[in-house]
């Protein structure tokens, strides 16, 4: 059964500290692996996108790197601010063929930062 | 301002009511879709439309129904028949048809049922 697993569940740092959030699947093949950013009571907003022949993508303080043999993703964020809490979500898009399938959807990780 | 609205952004009603969410795109996107968010679980597809006067299901479409009679408009009506209709509702566009097309999500209305 294709799956998305993240872990923690949730996290809780200080501002200006790092984080990795990480992500596990058992989709494949996969087209692409995605992370979204969700504001409380918010849409998700896409944060990278990333094929599976791509190992790391950045935007900004945000730096996602995909592990194609080992069906690993993590998402680093550097020097967190306040505004970076939320919850952040893995998606991957399975490959059927050529054609993609639904998204599928990890549970995501809420993180907290504290002043 | 380009985007995705949803309407209202909070909503309730009684139990037995059919209720309509609405979901508007300016993005001249192709493709709608609609999923549903309970608390500690992923993202869920209700349904989506990869063109006007066409839409397919789902993984949990039971007790929902849509239409899509414009580009720009895809309102989902949660029914009576929906045996836990108290979620958080997102609406989706992406500018392909496709499921795997980047999609960009709208504020989402949340329901609740009592």
């Known amino acids: 059964k294709n799956q998305v697993e993240q872990s923690p569940q949730s996290l809780i740092i200080l501002e200006g500290k790092n984080c990795t959030l990480q992500?596990?699947?058992?989709?494949?093949?996969?087209?692409?692996l995605r992370w979204y950013k969700q504001d409380t009571g918010r849409g998700p907003v896409s944060l990278t996108i990333?094929?599976?022949?791509?190992n790391t993508k950045s935007n900004g303080r945000y730096t996602a790197t995909l592990d194609a043999d080992t069906k690993q993703s993590s998402l680093h964020i550097t020097a967190s601010q306040l505004s970076d809490s939320a919850s952040y979500i893995c998606?991957?898009?399975?490959?059927?063929?050529?054609?993609?399938?639904?998204?599928?959807f990890g549970k995501g990780t809420k993180l907290s930062v504290k002043p | 301002d380009g985007g995705i609205t949803q309407s209202p952004k909070y909503l309730f009603r009684k139990e037995g009511q059919n209720v309509t969410l609405s979901c508007e795109q300016n993005l001249n996107h192709d493709a709608m879709y609609w999923y549903r968010q309970d608390p500690g679980q992923g993202l869920r597809l209700i349904y989506y439309s990869q063109i006007v006067n066409d839409f397919q299901k789902g993984d949990i479409a039971e007790g929902y129904s849509v239409s899509r009679e414009k580009k720009e408009s895809f309102p989902l009506t949660v029914t009576s028949a929906q045996k836990n209709p108290t979620a958080f509702y997102l609406c989706?566009?992406?500018?392909?048809?496709?499921?795997?097309?980047?999609?960009?999500f709208g504020p989402g209305t949340r329901l609740t049922v009592t």
């Open positions: 989706a566009s992406s500018n392909y048809p496709g499921l795997g097309y980047e999609q960009y």
């Open positions: 998606v991957v898009i399975p490959n059927y063929g050529g054609s993609q399938g639904n998204l599928i």
């Open positions: 992500c596990n699947y058992t989709v494949s093949p996969f087209s692409n």
């Open positions: 990333m094929t599976f022949s791509e």
